[in-house]
């Protein structure tokens, strides 16, 4: 019979023999009918195949399971005879009351129906052969979700802005964390709103805030499995309030318009007809509002119910009502108010019709 070929490595395992020593090495060669009966030969005669381990290409990186979920892996090999297959977890042997195995012709299979974090490591699979070895290694990772940030704190409000900080977790689940999500609510409503996921950093100003309300805030951890069962909430209310503008006034000087009668349109000559009502105007200005008097060849005819005077926004009238040729003559209107007086005449010629 021929000497078996050299062990073949498979990939993901490792394939160990028994090593010669130097003083082997260097013996003189043995006769045939020594090789026929040498211990080596009845040792490696019966291997027909070589032990070796196909690790799965899903078990090549770390294998992550959620704590509660079942762990079934099987792990096909090779070898002939039938090989010896054992489990070792870190390094131990495995706890038969969490995890069992069933090793076959050609695979073996490593069960776990719930799995918990303790299960989480590195796990060695080893298939022997006599003094051949076959070793495989893969990391299995059990996780869940984080605690919650130990806690937060409202730092400062100004504006519609709040300032929050809080710390992270204690527990982060066996797994990473992916960022915190942050959520606000007012008083008035009591819902909650997502104002940022995603965020890493264990500070957030959040803006944006509705003048008069209050809000309270909270922040919750998140890693592969999703954010933490729960949150910590600010024991302060953040407030925002109307800002108070104070408007500084500058004194100033309160404008005079205080000044005396000044007509600024004269009145005008005129000619009437007998029996025909004639009107005269004029217009004058003053601050305070001025008396207004009207004479006739300088005589008063205030009350005079031949005439009506009247006086709006600085436009002064005098109306002579059906004249008569003694109604002709000269006419003035005088403005009398504290600080002065002024006056203007005018000419009326009243004329019998042809």
């Not at 073996?108 to 918990?116: D, G, K, M, T, V």
């Not at 606000?184 to 709103?193: N, R």
């Not at 060849?297 to 926004?313: C, E, F, M, S, W």
Request: with cysteine.
């Amino acid at each position: 019979m021929e000497a078996a070929t050299a062990p073949e490595v498979a990939s993901g395992s490792t394939l160990k023999g028994k090593e010669t020593s130097p003083a082997d090495a260097e013996g003189p060669p043995a006769s045939p009918r020594q090789e026929a009966g040498s211990p080596i030969l009845q040792l490696l005669s019966p291997v027909e195949e070589h032990p070796k381990i196909l690790l799965p290409r899903a078990l090549r990186q770390t294998y992550i399971r959620k704590v509660g979920d079942t762990v079934n892996l099987l792990i096909p090999f090779q070898g002939k005879p039938k090989p010896r297959a054992t489990w070792t977890h870190d390094g131990c042997a495995l706890d038969a009351s969490r995890v069992s195995v069933r090793n076959g012709e050609r695979d073996s299979i490593l069960f776990i129906r719930e799995a918990q974090r303790a299960d989480s490591g590195r796990y060695q699979l080893s298939v022997r052969l006599g003094e051949l070895e076959a070793t495989a290694s893969f990391d299995i990772l059990v996780i869940e979700r984080p605690g919650p940030p130990q806690s937060i704190k409202l730092v400062d409000v100004w504006g519609s802005s709040a300032t929050l900080e809080w710390t992270p977790p204690q527990d982060t689940g066996n797994a990473a964390l992916l960022g915190y999500t942050v959520q606000k609510a007012d008083t008035k409503s009591g819902l909650w709103f997502t104002v940022l996921e995603h965020y890493h950093r264990t500070s957030f100003t959040v803006s944006d805030l509705i003048v008069g309300n209050s809000y309270t805030f909270r922040v919750f951890a998140e890693n592969q499995c999703g954010l933490s069962e729960t949150a910590p909430i600010t024991a302060e209310l953040a407030h925002i309030q109307k800002a108070v503008l104070i408007r500084k006034m500058e004194g100033f000087a309160q404008r005079d318009f205080s000044e005396a009668p000044k007509f600024t349109q004269p009145l005008a000559d005129c000619t009437t007809v007998t029996g025909y009502d004639t009107q005269l105007f004029c217009c004058v200005r003053a601050s305070p509002k001025p008396k207004i008097i009207w004479l006739k060849n300088k005589v008063d005819i205030q009350g005079n119910p031949k005439y009506r005077a009247l006086t709006h926004l600085g436009i002064c009238s005098l109306e002579i009502r059906k004249p008569g040729p003694f109604d002709g003559g000269i006419y003035t209107c005088k403005a009398v108010n504290p600080l002065g007086e002024a006056s203007v005449d005018c000419r009326v010629d009243v004329k019998a019709p042809h």
